[in-house]
Structure formats: structure tokens, C-alpha cells
């Protein structure tokens, strides 16, 4: 045989593991012996007996799972079928999930380091479960280890983490992997308090920070009554949100008629929805009643929303009705907001304000603002559709040359096209319907 077939990775033998082969037969037979016993036919104490074991099981046999995939790993086997890490390898050798197999191997290849020895022993002892293992990991790996970093008398970082491993691997014993994760994060705290405090307000700092970066709100319009959204807001921010919509949901809180009446002896009615539908009514609840007086003006108003029906529809009748975004609801609804804080309904036929100031004011009122947008449905430029809230209120007839505020000579332009509209390098056009056009003069 030539030397170039003879070839083989350091420390591979050159055949099966005899060590390997009969320890795999042992364990397969014990495994196959314990599958066979019956859980029904054993009494409560040996159920709980096998419940046990079966789990220490599981860890030990995890352990053995990570050291086998952190030699893989070193050894990149995966290039033997072109994948491209470790974790694609073992994703088709085992028909595990990409994402799991990816945690995994993440995991496995940190316990090859000899710092994390002592976890990736507990771990295939039986002594921690994999969460507990990942947990302990990503707490002392956290722990910075530049020194310029620490106070200038705080232990070298390899004694701290070392020193944090042990520390957790005892509370193992008695914290599951969140209550873990949570004493992880002040590991400092413990271990060592003067640079606990430091680091702590330093990753809360860049943490905020990050969180600051990620703050975004979606909403997507379903096309059936329905707008699904997505936002990430601070963990802050999230959880005065969740004990507002959760004292919402209470339900006292949803039993009271009359907030000045004495409370009510009787104990109020249990709510048979689940607490996630619970949460989006409360929220829904929570936006109809906030105080629109409180919301900052824009286009001159706060964010009211106006519902416009007719007179026969909110005295009862069937015909449905329009928000001035141009959403149609039904009568019982509109009939529903027209009983809210915040929303203004906009009866056609029926008693309005004042809306013709003549020349006693210089700027439009709020009422005329909100006759205006339910006219014009936001800015009257030709091919513009900002909506109201991103508009001003301009007087056809300029009020320094002797025009009325009014809601007949007034209409909504957003910020460029109120500024177009006076700007002399362009000319303005009055089209049918009330909108106008732009033309740049040449």
C-alpha cells in the first residue's frame, strides 16, 4: 500500500475503536432493557424513579453529543461532503433542524475550550442540563476579559471566569436555566462586586443602546377589518405597556359601569378568552380612550380621528360609515366611537361650529382644520396623498391681502406644496374637485 493511502488525521486510529464499539453495544443494551420496561405496569415511587434517570440520561448522553461534535468540529469532517461548518454536516447526518443543530454546535465548540472544562463535565455527568450548560457559557463568556476594561485591582479575567464557572455549577443545583441566566448576569456581582458594579452599568449603558437603535413599529393593512403590526420597543417601555394592557384586562376593571360607584360585592365574572386576545382588546381599549388632549398637535390638531355618517346611522339606521382615513365601518361601530374620548363624529345634517371667522382670527381653528380634512382628505395638491395630520391650513385668498379664515377659501397642503404655493418661480392651477396643480415658470 502506498504511504499516500496510509495517510490518516493525528491521532485517528487506523481502525475501529475496540473501546468505542463495545461501550456503544453496553449502552445500547442497557438502553434497550430500560425501553422495554412498561411505565404502566410501575408503581408512583418507580415512575418518579424513571422520570429521573430518564433525564440524567438525556444530559449525560447531550455531554457526550457535545464532545464528539466539538472534535467534529476541530477536525472539520464536514469537508468530507463540501459543507460548509460543522453544523450543516450534523443537520444531515441527523435530520436535526438547521437552527438547533447550529445552537448546538455553537455550544459544543465552546466546551472544547479548557476553560469551560469543568461545565462540559458537569454536563456529561449528569449534573447540569444542556440549557443550564449554554447558560453558564454565555454568563462567563460575557465577563470582559481585556484589563484595561476591569478596575485596576480586580483579579486577572481567567480567575474570575473561573471563579464564576464554579459558582454557577453550584447554584445549578438549585436554579433551572432562567433563574440561572438572570444570576449570570450580575455573576460579577458575586464573584467579584467592585467590578460587578462597573461592568454591569456599562453593558446596561450599551445595551439601552442597542436597544434604542432597534426600535421600530410596522403595520400592515389584511385587507379583512383586520391591520396586523410588529414593533420591538425597550424592555422598559414593554413592561409598563404590559402592566397597563394587564390592569386593563383585570377583571374588576372590566365589571365597573360607573368609575364613582362603590364597588360592586359580588366578585366580577371570569373571562373565558385567552389572556393573548384579552391583551388586544385591552389595547384597543387603551388607544379609543387615550385623551386626544394629551397627543401632540399635528396639521394643527391632535390625532383625532373623525367618523362621518349620517344622521339617520347614529340615531340606528344600517348604512355603514367612514373614518377620514377613507376606512369603512359598520353603524354599530361608528355608533360605538361616537360614544369615545377622542373621536369627534362628524354628522352630516346636524348642528356644526362656527366655521366662518371672517377676518377676527389669522389662523384656522381646529374645528375648521377638521372640516377641512374631512373635505379635502389631506393635502388638495394634484398627486399628493399625504394624509391631514401632514398638512397646514392655507388661505386661498391670503389673509395679509385682505382674505377671510374660512373653510370655503381655506384648504390642506403638505409642508412642500404650502411652500410651492407662495414660492413666485411657480404658477398654481385650479382643477374641478378642488385640487390644484404646479408648473414652474420658465
Not at 138 to 147: L, Y
Not at 151 to 159: G, I, K, M, R, S
Not at 229 to 243: C, L, Y
Amino acid at each position: 500500500m502506498s504511504e499516500a493511502a496510509e495517510w490518516r488525521a493525528p491521532g485517528v486510529p487506523a481502525s475501529p475503536s475496540p473501546v468505542l464499539a463495545e461501550a456503544i453495544s453496553r449502552v445500547t443494551h442497557a438502553l434497550d432493557e430500560l425501553v422495554a420496561v412498561s411505565p404502566t405496569s410501575l408503581s408512583d415511587e418507580d415512575v418518579v424513579r424513571l422520570v429521573d434517570i430518564a433525564t440524567t440520561l438525556v444530559d449525560r448522553a447531550s455531554g457526550v453529543v457535545a464532545a464528539a461534535l466539538g472534535e467534529a468540529d476541530h477536525r472539520r469532517l464536514g469537508d468530507a461532503i463540501g459543507a460548509r461548518h460543522t453544523a450543516q454536516w450534523w443537520a444531515r447526518r441527523s435530520r436535526l433542524t438547521r437552527p438547533e443543530a447550529h445552537r448546538l454546535t455553537r455550544l459544543a465548540r465552546r466546551l472544547t475550550d479548557s476553560l469551560h472544562a469543568p461545565v462540559q463535565a458537569a454536563l456529561a455527568g449528569g449534573e447540569v442540563h444542556l440549557d443550564q450548560a449554554g447558560v453558564i457559557v454565555a454568563a462567563v463568556d460575557s465577563i470582559p476579559t481585556n484589563p484595561a476594561d476591569l478596575p485596576a485591582n480586580a483579579e486577572p479575567p481567567a480567575v474570575l471566569k473561573a471563579r464564576a464557572i464554579e459558582h454557577l455549577l453550584i447554584a445549578a443545583k438549585d436554579h433551572d436555566a432562567v433563574a440561572l441566566k438572570i444570576l449570570g448576569r450580575r455573576i460579577l456581582d458575586i464573584v467579584a462586586p467592585a467590578v460587578g458594579e462597573a461592568a454591569e452599568a456599562k453593558a446596561l449603558a450599551d445595551e439601552e443602546a442597542a436597544a434604542a437603535r432597534k426600535v421600530t413599529l410596522t403595520l400592515r393593512d389584511n385587507h379583512d377589518g383586520t391591520t396586523t403590526g410588529r414593533f420591538t420597543i425597550p424592555t422598559a417601555a414593554a413592561e409598563a405597556m404590559r402592566k397597563q394592557l394587564l390592569a386593563i384586562t383585570n377583571p374588576r376593571h372590566q365589571a365597573v359601569t360607573d368609575p364613582d360607584s362603590a364597588p360592586v360585592a359580588t366578585p366580577a365574572p371570569e373571562d373565558p378568552r385567552p389572556l393573548y386576545a384579552r391583551l388586544g382588546w385591552a389595547l384597543v381599549e387603551w388607544i379609543e380612550g387615550y385623551p386626544c388632549d394629551l397627543l401632540p398637535a399635528a396639521g394643527g390638531t391632535t390625532a383625532t380621528v373623525v367618523v362621518t355618517m349620517g344622521l339617520d346611522t347614529l340615531l340606528g339606521g344600517l348604512a355603514a360609515a367612514s373614518l377620514d382615513t377613507g376606512t369603512r365601518i359598520s353603524p354599530g361601530h361608528a355608533r360605538r366611537l361616537a360614544c369615545e374620548a377622542g373621536i369627534i363624529p362628524a354628522v352630516l345634517g346636524g348642528p356644526c361650529e362656527v366655521l366662518d371667522l371672517g377676518r377676527t382670527r389669522r389662523f384656522h381653528t381646529k374645528a375648521q382644520r377638521l372640516a377641512m380634512a374631512l373635505r379635502d382628505n389631506g393635502c388638495t395638491a394634484e398627486g399628493c396623498d399625504l394624509p391631514p395630520a401632514a398638512c397646514h391650513a392655507h388661505h386661498d385668498h391670503p389673509w395679509s391681502e385682505g382674505g377671510p379664515t374660512n373653510t370655503t377659501t381655506g384648504r390642506l397642503l403638505c409642508h412642500r406644496h404650502h411652500r410651492l404655493i407662495h414660492d413666485p418661480h411657480y404658477d398654481t392651477t385650479h382643477l374641478p374637485g378642488g385640487k390644484v396643480a404646479f408648473h414652474r415658470r420658465t
